[in-house]
């Protein structure tokens, strides 16, 4: 299980909203919000008191429940009315293991006691003083509960998972919530203007706001979106089909393709622990020398294998293999991962230059390993949080303070690919050599 504590959260925002009034005067123009979109609440619809603590999107306390639905007839629907897998990293299967486990709960739920949440609906029906229960889609596709063609709350899948509707929020567009915040809270009025989950903010931050364009955040896993336009995609084999954002000046949502690699800053944080020797973040794989392959998954593999296993496999090493060369080989191995990702939603299409943001994009080895993987050139946003750039520009064009798209963000630098393509070639045959051994030994 992987939990927060709701009113620890909400007490830090209020504190950070706080210090920002102070700031400014109270001259607030307006509010915006981007939150883990799988993570949610329940709460109390009379008092607002925390009901549930909140349930992680790294939960996977419904991974047993998720494969008993996957053998009902219906379970087809949610990959074909959602765009995603039945998994228990979405909030649906969480929310009904909860419900199921705590029979009081259940009652209260159904009695329409309680509401439920993501975190910017928890967020933001508290900074509305209890007035605004509300979400967006970019958040609310992620709960397994909407269809992705209507954006609306679906009433198939909710039979599916046993969620009463009493207990669901009103879906807005990600730049009209339909809220403002109580000056008795906060101190001022003014209105909530945009809601969105963190790699939609991310995405819109990098100012990739036309179809083709893609971004990359690396932090603890590894996320790449694709902006994909107004047309609902069909997502390839093992590629999540989500939404971006629902603008009012747009003819519908803007949709986008996610791949994600479950081991990045994770993967190698834990490598000095088990041997491997600690190196500097400006190391790169030499690919002129002998190395092993690493296939580092403490997660498991995200896209496209989605292999759940926790495991970590070293292939091709000999007497002469030092701890460097294997925590080099691990870090091509987790680049070798995001490549794998950029390559399932055919990343390089797109242009010939990817944007990359997110804590360990300061990771030069990192990044060098990636272009040269992909063949890409990465561009390293001079402000990694990417996330906050997207919603604050998001605001701003809501409440009026400029119009046109977001204003591109400044690279702090470049990194091209070192590798021809045979080189490309030979580095990436051996990488799925090794994973086939992985993958079928980890079984």
């Not at 799988?38 to 619809?45: D, G, I, Y």
């Not at 990817?354 to 993987?373: F, I, K, N, P, Y």
Request: hydrophobic fraction near 50%; charge should be negative; proline fraction near 6%.
């Amino acid at each position: 299980m992987v939990e927060h504590d709701p009113d620890e959260l909400l007490g830090g925002v209020l504190d950070a909203v706080a210090e920002v009034v102070d700031a400014v005067n109270s001259r607030v123009a307006g509010i915006g919000i981007a939150n883990q979109t799988e993570s949610f609440v329940l709460w109390e619809r009379g008092g607002g008191r925390a009901a549930s603590p909140v349930v992680s999107w790294q939960d996977q306390r419904a991974a047993d429940l998720c494969a008993a639905i996957g053998e009902r007839p219906e379970a087809a629907a949610v990959a074909t009315t959602t765009g995603l897998s039945l998994d228990s990293t979405f909030s649906a299967p969480k929310l009904a293991w909860l419900l199921e486990s705590d029979a009081a709960l259940r009652a209260r739920a159904e009695a329409g006691d309680l509401l439920f949440g993501d975190i910017g609906s928890w967020l933001t029906w508290h900074l509305s003083g209890g007035v605004a229960h509300v979400t967006e889609p970019s958040n609310a596709c992620r709960s397994l509960l909407v269809d992705l063609e209507t954006l609306r709350w679906d009433a198939a899948l909710l039979d599916l998972f046993d969620v009463p509707a009493a207990l669901l929020p009103e879906i807005r567009p990600s730049d009209d919530p339909g809220a403002r915040s109580s000056g008795a809270l906060v101190g001022f009025e003014a209105p909530v203007a945009a809601l969105l989950g963190d790699q939609p903010a991310a995405l819109y931050g990098h100012g990739c706001t036309a179809p083709r364009m893609a971004a990359l955040t690396l932090g603890t896993g590894a996320f790449v979106w694709l902006n994909v336009g107004w047309r609902r995609p069909e997502p390839p084999p093992g590629v999540l089909a989500t939404v971006a954002w629902d603008l009012r000046a747009t003819a519908g949502a803007t949709y986008a393709l996610e791949a994600f690699c479950s081991n990045a800053g994770n993967a190698l944080g834990m490598l000095p622990a088990l041997g491997f020797a600690a190196i500097g973040a400006g190391e790169a794989p030499d690919w002129s020398r002998p190395h092993p392959v690493v296939v580092p998954s403490p997660a498991g593999l995200g896209t496209p294998h989605w292999h759940a296993v926790d495991r970590i496999s070293v292939l091709g090493a000999d007497s002469s293999t030092t701890a460097v060369d294997l925590a080099l080989a691990g870090v091509a191995g987790v680049a070798h991962q995001i490549v794998d990702a950029l390559e399932s939603v055919d990343a390089r299409s797109s242009a010939d230059a990817l944007r990359v943001g997110g804590g360990l994009s300061a990771h030069e080895g990192l990044v060098q390993a990636v272009a040269d993987l992909s063949g890409l050139t990465l561009e390293i946003a001079a402000e990694p949080e990417a996330s906050a750039r997207g919603i604050a520009a998001l605001v701003a064009a809501a409440v009026g303070a400029f119009e046109g798209d977001v204003v591109v963000p400044p690279i702090a630098r470049r990194v091209a690919p070192r590798l021809d393509d045979n080189g490309r070639a030979r580095e990436r045959g051996r990488w799925m050599d090794a994973l086939e051994v992985h993958m079928r030994s980890g079984a």
